[in-house]
């Protein structure tokens, strides 16, 4: 079984900095995909930053020029730098990855991680 553990997070002053990290465990073919989305109190889940195994990137408006992702892929990581964190940042960050288990199968799984908290304080 395939396995996202994420760490980081935390509470913050606004304009400080974060850094998440997910790292997932277990066999795949290939994994495709790695990304965040974050979750506030009375609101859908949303998409934060999605990066590919080829490293293109796409991201929220609200995020772009403060957040950064990136992965690593020989450790089959993926990170995400939080810059300049506002208090509407808050929410529970969780990682998500797409990935194909069997190379006679186009089918993509989905998997998430356990979720991190972010709190923003102004």
């Known amino acids: 079984q395939v396995q996202l553990v994420e760490s980081g997070g935390g509470l913050v002053l606004a304009g400080g900095s974060l850094r998440l990290s997910c790292a997932a465990t277990g066999r795949w073919f290939s994994l495709n995909a790695m990304g965040w989305y974050r979750q506030a109190p009375g609101k859908q889940r949303e998409l934060v930053a999605t990066?590919?195994?080829?490293?293109?990137?796409d991201s929220a408006d609200s995020v772009k020029g403060r957040f950064t992702i990136s992965r690593d892929n020989d450790k089959n990581t993926v990170y995400l730098q939080l810059n300049s964190l506002k208090p509407e940042d808050t929410g529970v960050y969780y990682c998500n990855a797409r990935l194909r288990q069997s190379p006679y199968s186009a089918k993509e799984d989905e998997y998430w991680g356990q979720g991190s908290q972010v709190t923003v304080s102004s």
């Open positions: 990066i590919t195994s080829a490293r293109n990137t």
